[in-house]
T-cell receptor, first 114, second 112 residues
Framework: SQTIHQWPATLVQPVGSPLSLECTVE??????LYWYRQAAGRGLQLLFY??????ISSEVPQNLSASRPQDRQFILSSKKLLLSDSGFYLC?????????????FGEGSRLTVL | GNSVTQMEGPVTLSEEAFLTINCTYT??????LFWYVQYPGEGLQLLLK?????DKGSNKGFEATYRKETTSFHLEKGSVQVSDSAVYFC???????????FGDGTTLTVKP
């Protein structure tokens, strides 16, 4: 069976510090990978998605970047965090070609920037 | 572009009440439609889905029917429980295979 894990689960960082959130999928190959952000009481904002190694599409210009160094690894980064980067970050995957298109989400990473 | 509009919350119901959360969409072609549920402090998980017109998705007593004529996918449950308290998201996957579009979410609280 397929699983998805992201870490850390909780992070408190000062303004101007770097960020690295990691996400790993197991039990499948060539997944499409996604990073979403959910602000408090709000819906989901798609930040980045990737259809293959080294292929990153950015949805919203911002202080964040993403990388996909391996087929099943997706990393969200920032060089200098802003207060507005606080939120709940969700990694997700879906089958690249097969399947009916549903997304499978990780447990989420709560980031607080102080 | 694609869009999803769902009923604003929060919604508060008593246990065993009937639930409807409205969802309408705008998309070209024939999208697949989904309802996801998010329990406090967790990620989203798929609740149910429908991939073509007139399909009915169902799970855990929840159901939704894909209505192409009204571009809707309303979520219903005949008798809610306290454990159904969560945030519910309507979503679609359009012909662009890379992305999904989500509604803003509806917070449901069920009181005993």
């Amino acid at each position: 069976s397929q699983t998805i894990h992201q870490w850390p689960a909780t992070l408190v960082q000062p303004v101007g510090s770097p960020l690295s959130l990691e996400c790993t999928v197991e039990g499948t190959s060539n997944p499409n990978l996604y990073w979403y952000r959910q602000a408090a009481g709000r819906g989901l904002q798609l930040l980045f998605y990737s259809v293959g190694i080294g292929q990153i599409s950015s949805e919203v210009p911002q202080n964040l970047s993403a990388s996909r160094p391996q087929d099943r690894q997706f990393i969200l980064s920032s060089k200098k965090l802003l207060l507005s980067d606080s939120g709940f970050y969700l990694c997700a995957w879906r089958h690249g070609r097969a399947g009916t298109g549903e997304l499978f989400f990780g447990e989420g990473s709560r980031l607080t920037v102080l | 572009g694609n869009s999803v509009t769902q009923m604003e919350g929060p919604v508060t119901l008593s246990e065993e009440a009937f639930l409807t959360i409205n969802c309408t969409y705008t998309a070209t072609g024939y999208p697949s439609l989904f309802w996801y549920v998010q329990y406090p402090g967790e990620g989203l998980q798929l609740l149910l889905k429908a991939t073509k017109a007139d399909d009915k998705g169902s799970n855990k007593g929840f159901e939704a029917t894909y209505r192409k004529e009204t571009t809707s996918f309303h979520l219903e449950k005949g008798s809610v429980q306290v454990s159904d308290s969560a945030v519910y998201f309507c979503a679609l996957r359009g012909t662009n295979a890379g992305k999904s579009t989500f509604g803003d979410g509806t917070t449901l609280t069920v009181k005993p």
